[in-house]
Protein backbone atom coordinates (compact mmCIF):
# COMPACT_ATOMS: atom_id res chain seq x y z
CA UNK A 1 0.00 0.00 0.00
CA UNK A 2 1.23 3.45 -1.11
CA UNK A 3 1.74 5.67 2.09
CA UNK A 4 0.36 9.00 2.10
CA UNK A 5 3.67 11.45 1.90
CA UNK A 6 1.92 13.37 5.03
CA UNK A 7 3.68 10.80 6.86
CA UNK A 8 7.12 12.19 6.00
CA UNK A 9 8.34 14.91 8.44
CA UNK A 10 11.44 16.80 7.69
CA UNK A 11 14.08 16.41 10.77
CA UNK A 12 16.36 19.10 9.88
CA UNK A 13 16.81 21.59 7.04
CA UNK A 14 20.04 23.53 5.40
CA UNK A 15 22.32 20.66 4.62
CA UNK A 16 24.20 20.41 1.57
CA UNK A 17 22.05 17.86 -0.75
CA UNK A 18 22.83 15.15 1.47
CA UNK A 19 23.56 11.14 0.31
CA UNK A 20 24.46 9.50 3.80
CA UNK A 21 22.69 9.36 6.92
CA UNK A 22 23.15 7.46 10.10
CA UNK A 23 22.04 6.72 13.22
CA UNK A 24 24.80 7.11 16.12
CA UNK A 25 25.22 4.77 19.28
CA UNK A 26 24.34 8.23 21.17
CA UNK A 27 20.84 8.11 19.44
CA UNK A 28 21.41 11.30 17.22
CA UNK A 29 21.52 11.48 13.47
CA UNK A 30 24.06 12.11 11.26
CA UNK A 31 24.43 13.06 7.79
CA UNK A 32 26.99 13.93 4.90
CA UNK A 33 27.04 16.72 2.48
CA UNK A 34 28.15 17.35 -1.54
CA UNK A 35 31.30 19.13 -0.28
CA UNK A 36 32.58 16.53 2.71
CA UNK A 37 30.31 18.32 5.34
CA UNK A 38 29.70 15.54 8.70
CA UNK A 39 26.72 16.89 9.92
CA UNK A 40 25.21 15.95 13.54
CA UNK A 41 21.29 16.34 14.28
CA UNK A 42 20.36 16.13 17.91
CA UNK A 43 17.47 14.32 18.83
CA UNK A 44 14.80 15.14 19.93
CA UNK A 45 14.39 18.22 18.54
CA UNK A 46 16.39 18.79 15.67
CA UNK A 47 19.25 20.89 15.83
CA UNK A 48 21.74 20.98 13.23
CA UNK A 49 25.22 21.50 13.36
CA UNK A 50 28.14 20.75 10.67
CA UNK A 51 31.10 19.48 13.03
CA UNK A 52 33.87 18.14 10.53
CA UNK A 53 34.87 17.99 6.75
CA UNK A 54 36.32 14.97 4.86
CA UNK A 55 37.10 17.68 2.04
CA UNK A 56 36.17 15.87 -0.75
CA UNK A 57 32.07 14.40 -1.73
CA UNK A 58 30.72 12.75 1.72
CA UNK A 59 28.16 9.39 0.66
CA UNK A 60 27.13 6.82 3.29
CA UNK A 61 28.33 6.76 6.83
CA UNK A 62 28.99 4.30 9.80
CA UNK A 63 30.02 4.16 13.87
CA UNK A 64 31.72 2.30 16.35
CA UNK A 65 31.13 2.24 19.81
CA UNK A 66 32.79 5.59 20.91
CA UNK A 67 30.45 7.50 18.05
CA UNK A 68 33.49 7.70 15.78
CA UNK A 69 32.09 8.28 12.44
CA UNK A 70 33.66 6.16 8.94
CA UNK A 71 32.94 8.55 6.12
CA UNK A 72 33.27 7.11 2.73
CA UNK A 73 34.31 9.81 0.61
CA UNK A 74 34.06 9.91 -3.16
CA UNK A 75 36.23 12.51 -4.09
CA UNK A 76 38.96 11.69 -2.25
CA UNK A 77 38.73 7.71 -2.42
CA UNK A 78 39.30 7.33 1.25
CA UNK A 79 37.09 6.09 4.42
CA UNK A 80 37.60 8.11 6.79
CA UNK A 81 37.53 8.05 10.97
CA UNK A 82 35.43 11.01 12.17
CA UNK A 83 35.88 11.66 16.24
CA UNK A 84 32.88 13.33 18.01
CA UNK A 85 35.02 15.96 18.15
CA UNK A 86 35.73 16.86 14.34
CA UNK A 87 38.47 15.41 13.82
CA UNK A 88 38.89 13.57 10.33
CA UNK A 89 41.89 11.01 9.55
CA UNK A 90 42.04 8.33 6.71
CA UNK A 91 41.06 4.97 7.91
CA UNK A 92 40.77 3.02 4.99
CA UNK A 93 42.13 3.57 0.90
CA UNK A 94 42.36 -0.08 0.54
CA UNK A 95 45.35 -2.21 -1.21
CA UNK A 96 48.49 -0.74 -3.01
CA UNK A 97 47.40 -2.03 -6.02
CA UNK A 98 43.83 -2.28 -5.95
CA UNK A 99 42.84 0.90 -4.13
CA UNK A 100 39.14 2.24 -3.74
CA UNK A 101 38.02 4.05 -6.67
CA UNK A 102 34.34 5.70 -5.23
CA UNK A 103 33.85 4.36 -1.84
CA UNK A 104 30.13 4.57 -1.20
CA UNK A 105 28.59 3.11 2.05
CA UNK A 106 30.24 1.28 4.87
CA UNK A 107 28.71 -1.75 7.09
CA UNK A 108 30.27 -2.87 10.08
CA UNK A 109 29.59 -6.22 11.68
CA UNK A 110 29.52 -7.78 15.21
CA UNK A 111 33.70 -8.33 15.29
CA UNK A 112 34.28 -4.82 13.60
CA UNK A 113 35.08 -5.59 10.15
CA UNK A 114 33.89 -2.89 8.25
CA UNK A 115 32.57 -3.75 4.52
CA UNK A 116 32.53 -1.26 2.21
CA UNK A 117 30.92 -1.41 -1.22
CA UNK A 118 33.08 0.73 -4.34
CA UNK A 119 31.03 1.62 -6.79
CA UNK A 120 33.50 2.24 -8.94
CA UNK A 121 32.67 3.22 -12.90
CA UNK A 122 29.00 4.09 -13.85
CA UNK A 123 27.54 1.41 -16.84
CA UNK A 124 30.96 -0.86 -16.33
CA UNK A 125 29.81 -3.62 -13.78
CA UNK A 126 32.95 -3.17 -12.15
CA UNK A 127 31.24 -2.46 -8.64
CA UNK A 128 33.43 -4.09 -5.56
CA UNK A 129 32.72 -4.89 -1.85
CA UNK A 130 35.82 -4.33 0.38
CA UNK A 131 36.39 -5.82 3.80
CA UNK A 132 38.46 -3.92 6.32
CA UNK A 133 39.73 -5.29 9.50
CA UNK A 134 39.51 -2.77 12.32
CA UNK A 135 42.86 -0.64 12.21
CA UNK A 136 41.80 -0.03 8.58
CA UNK A 137 43.80 -3.19 6.80
CA UNK A 138 41.75 -4.97 3.70
CA UNK A 139 41.31 -6.32 0.45
CA UNK A 140 38.27 -6.93 -1.61
CA UNK A 141 36.25 -9.25 -0.19
CA UNK A 142 33.48 -9.82 -3.30
CA UNK A 143 33.51 -8.79 -6.75
CA UNK A 144 30.26 -10.65 -7.10
CA UNK A 145 27.18 -7.61 -6.87
CA UNK A 146 29.25 -5.73 -9.79
CA UNK A 147 26.35 -3.41 -11.00
CA UNK A 148 27.37 0.00 -9.59
CA UNK A 149 27.90 -1.50 -5.81
CA UNK A 150 25.66 0.94 -3.92
CA UNK A 151 23.88 1.04 -0.53
CA UNK A 152 24.34 -1.98 1.78
CA UNK A 153 22.67 -3.62 5.07
CA UNK A 154 23.63 -6.56 7.08
CA UNK A 155 20.73 -9.07 7.90
CA UNK A 156 19.36 -9.35 11.63
CA UNK A 157 21.00 -12.55 12.21
CA UNK A 158 24.35 -11.81 10.99
CA UNK A 159 24.55 -14.17 7.72
CA UNK A 160 24.60 -12.34 4.83
CA UNK A 161 24.67 -8.83 3.40
CA UNK A 162 21.74 -7.42 1.18
CA UNK A 163 23.30 -5.34 -1.81
CA UNK A 164 21.88 -2.15 -4.14
CA UNK A 165 23.00 -2.85 -7.31
CA UNK A 166 21.81 0.35 -9.24
CA UNK A 167 22.07 -1.10 -12.38
CA UNK A 168 20.70 -4.27 -11.88
CA UNK A 169 18.09 -2.83 -10.97
CA UNK A 170 17.70 -4.36 -7.42
CA UNK A 171 18.91 -6.14 -4.86
CA UNK A 172 21.23 -8.87 -4.73
CA UNK A 173 22.37 -10.94 -1.41
CA UNK A 174 25.65 -12.31 -0.61
CA UNK A 175 26.60 -14.90 2.40
CA UNK A 176 28.65 -14.47 4.88
CA UNK A 177 30.31 -17.72 5.46
CA UNK A 178 31.39 -19.18 8.91
CA UNK A 179 35.33 -18.46 8.05
CA UNK A 180 34.11 -14.54 7.12
CA UNK A 181 34.76 -15.08 3.55
CA UNK A 182 31.86 -14.25 0.81
CA UNK A 183 29.24 -17.51 0.00
CA UNK A 184 26.71 -17.09 -2.88
CA UNK A 185 25.26 -14.49 -4.41
CA UNK A 186 21.72 -14.31 -5.41
CA UNK A 187 19.04 -11.57 -6.42
CA UNK A 188 16.78 -11.07 -4.15
CA UNK A 189 14.72 -7.94 -5.41
CA UNK A 190 14.36 -6.30 -8.81
CA UNK A 191 13.06 -2.97 -9.29
CA UNK A 192 12.66 -2.77 -13.05
CA UNK A 193 13.07 0.91 -14.66
CA UNK A 194 14.13 2.77 -10.96
CA UNK A 195 17.90 3.61 -10.09
CA UNK A 196 17.83 2.25 -6.43
CA UNK A 197 20.59 3.81 -4.01
CA UNK A 198 19.80 2.96 -0.41
CA UNK A 199 18.59 -0.28 1.84
CA UNK A 200 17.83 -0.43 5.69
CA UNK A 201 16.36 -3.75 7.07
CA UNK A 202 13.85 -3.98 9.96
CA UNK A 203 13.18 -6.33 12.82
CA UNK A 204 11.42 -8.77 10.39
CA UNK A 205 13.96 -9.07 7.91
CA UNK A 206 12.21 -7.33 5.53
CA UNK A 207 13.68 -4.57 3.07
CA UNK A 208 13.29 -0.95 2.55
CA UNK A 209 14.77 0.44 -0.57
CA UNK A 210 15.26 4.34 -1.84
CA UNK A 211 15.09 5.25 -5.72
CA UNK A 212 17.57 8.04 -6.70
CA UNK A 213 15.03 7.58 -10.13
CA UNK A 214 11.84 7.91 -9.71
CA UNK A 215 11.72 9.70 -6.35
CA UNK A 216 10.29 6.29 -4.83
CA UNK A 217 10.52 4.00 -1.79
CA UNK A 218 9.77 0.16 -1.99
CA UNK A 219 9.15 -2.38 0.48
CA UNK A 220 9.31 -6.22 0.90
CA UNK A 221 10.79 -9.08 2.39
CA UNK A 222 14.19 -10.78 0.62
CA UNK A 223 12.59 -13.02 -2.93
CA UNK A 224 8.71 -11.59 -2.36
CA UNK A 225 7.43 -8.67 -4.36
CA UNK A 226 8.41 -5.46 -3.69
CA UNK A 227 5.56 -2.80 -2.95
CA UNK A 228 5.28 0.54 -3.21
CA UNK A 229 5.85 2.52 0.46
CA UNK A 230 6.23 6.17 -0.51
CA UNK A 231 5.91 7.83 -4.33
CA UNK A 232 6.30 11.10 -5.09
CA UNK A 233 6.43 12.41 -8.73
CA UNK A 234 6.28 15.85 -7.89
CA UNK A 235 9.62 15.73 -6.01
CA UNK A 236 8.59 18.52 -3.10
CA UNK A 237 8.93 15.97 -0.63
CA UNK A 238 10.88 13.40 -1.78
CA UNK A 239 13.54 14.62 -3.91
CA UNK A 240 16.41 12.00 -5.32
CA UNK A 241 16.18 10.40 -2.24
CA UNK A 242 19.16 8.22 -1.40
CA UNK A 243 20.33 6.58 2.00
CA UNK A 244 17.68 5.57 4.74
CA UNK A 245 18.54 4.36 8.64
CA UNK A 246 16.21 3.50 11.20
CA UNK A 247 16.32 6.03 14.22
CA UNK A 248 14.36 7.72 16.96
CA UNK A 249 12.66 5.54 19.85
CA UNK A 250 13.40 1.98 19.35
CA UNK A 251 14.61 2.60 15.79
CA UNK A 252 10.51 3.07 14.83
CA UNK A 253 11.08 5.76 12.10
CA UNK A 254 12.74 5.43 8.78
CA UNK A 255 15.24 8.48 7.81
CA UNK A 256 15.23 9.63 4.71
CA UNK A 257 18.22 11.87 3.14
CA UNK A 258 17.81 13.35 0.29
CA UNK A 259 20.78 14.14 -2.57
CA UNK A 260 18.83 16.35 -4.70
CA UNK A 261 17.25 18.98 -1.56
CA UNK A 262 18.62 20.60 1.56
CA UNK A 263 16.78 18.05 4.34
CA UNK A 264 16.51 14.76 6.21
CA UNK A 265 13.34 13.67 6.68
CA UNK A 266 11.53 10.79 8.39
CA UNK A 267 8.39 8.64 8.51
CA UNK A 268 6.83 6.32 10.95
CA UNK A 269 6.19 2.89 8.56
CA UNK A 270 4.83 1.00 11.11
CA UNK A 271 7.98 -1.03 11.82
CA UNK A 272 11.18 -1.02 14.06
CA UNK A 273 14.58 -0.95 12.89
CA UNK A 274 17.24 -4.06 12.92
CA UNK A 275 19.64 -3.32 15.63
CA UNK A 276 23.21 -1.88 13.70
CA UNK A 277 26.38 -3.12 15.40
CA UNK A 278 28.43 -0.55 17.00
CA UNK A 279 31.87 -2.36 17.87
CA UNK A 280 35.10 -1.30 19.58
CA UNK A 281 37.32 -0.33 17.08
Not at 164 to 173: Q, Y
Amino acid sequence: MVLDLSKIEVVAGGLDHPEGVACGPDGNLYATGEAGQVYRITLPGGKLEQFASTGGFGLGLAFDAGCNAYVCDMGVHTVFRVTPDGVATPYATGPRDNPLVRPNYPVFDAAGNLYVSDSRNWGQDDGLIYKFRPGGEGEVWSAASPAYTNGMALSPDGTCLYVVETNLPGISRIAINKDGTAGERSVVMRLPQTLPDGVAVDVEGKLYVTCYVPDRIYAGAPGGVPEILFDDWTRLVLNAPCNIAFAGPGLSRLAISSLGGWSIAWADVGAAGSPLHYPKV
